[in-house]
């Protein structure tokens, strides 16, 4: 009794652990899919309202290490993931991050996730532009070496069998210096003529735009 007693354990055990690892291995038998994509829009932001400055993002670039999808699907949570260890230029229209493949259904309070960390000389996020107060330009450069998550959401997805779908992220980069004035940027410290702004340097200016970084994404989910 004791013997069978164990086995029964042990069967139960298994079956669970199984059970788990399916929910989160994005290699499922089923060919539906979602492409991840990404995309950067008004490169111009205005900060302040009266005799206001202006900021110009001229390029910019990420190190994406990984995709994710998290959603409810019949009452339980479940995550999809996949590596997607690359650079990515955020100036040159849309990028093809990766694909999660994942089976049919209906699933709610879904999450596209994007994660980004720093990879050797590469910043997890790096934009570079041109300040313009009155006559005078400056070069500024906003870089976040710590892991950074893009997170888009949609109430509800639905997934059929033998479909391919698209999730486009898209940051609005005109909402980043909002909280942002011409003076705290006129006042910034420079380091050999540019304005930095990170981690370690100018962090008032650093909180608010990447607060702001984590607001100004929306996603685009649809049929390919």
Wanted: charged share 15%; with cysteine; net charge negative.
């Amino acid at each position: 009794m004791k013997i069978m007693n164990l086995l029964l354990t042990a069967t139960i055990s298994v079956t669970t652990l199984f059970f788990i690892s399916c929910n989160k291995n994005d290699n499922t038998d089923s060919n539906s899919g979602i492409k991840y994509k990404l995309q950067t829009t008004n490169r111009s932001s205005i900060v302040g309202r009266i005799n206001a400055g202006n900021i110009q993002w001229t390029s910019g670039s990420g190190y994406a290490t990984e995709i994710k999808f998290e959603a409810e699907s019949n009452n339980r949570e479940i995550e999809f993931k996949s590596q997607v260890p690359q650079r990515i230029d955020l100036f040159t229209g849309i990028i093809t991050l990766g694909n999660i493949t994942l089976p049919p259904g209906m699933y709610d309070e879904v999450e596209f996730k994007v994660e980004l960390n720093s990879s050797g000389s590469n910043s997890a996020f790096e934009l570079l532009g041109q300040f313009t107060s009155g006559s005078n330009t400056t070069p500024v450069v906003f870089k976040v070496n710590s892991p950074l998550e893009i997170e888009t959401e949609r109430n509800n997805v639905v997934i059929t069998d033998n479909n391919s779908y698209t999730a486009l992220t898209t940051l609005n980069l005109s909402l980043l210096t909002r909280g942002v004035t011409e003076s705290m940027l006129n006042s910034a410290a420079r380091t050999n003529g540019t304005i930095l702004i990170s981690s370690s340097t100018n962090t008032n200016i650093y909180s608010i735009i990447l607060n702001n970084l984590h607001e100004s994404d929306g996603v685009e989910f649809e049929d390919d």
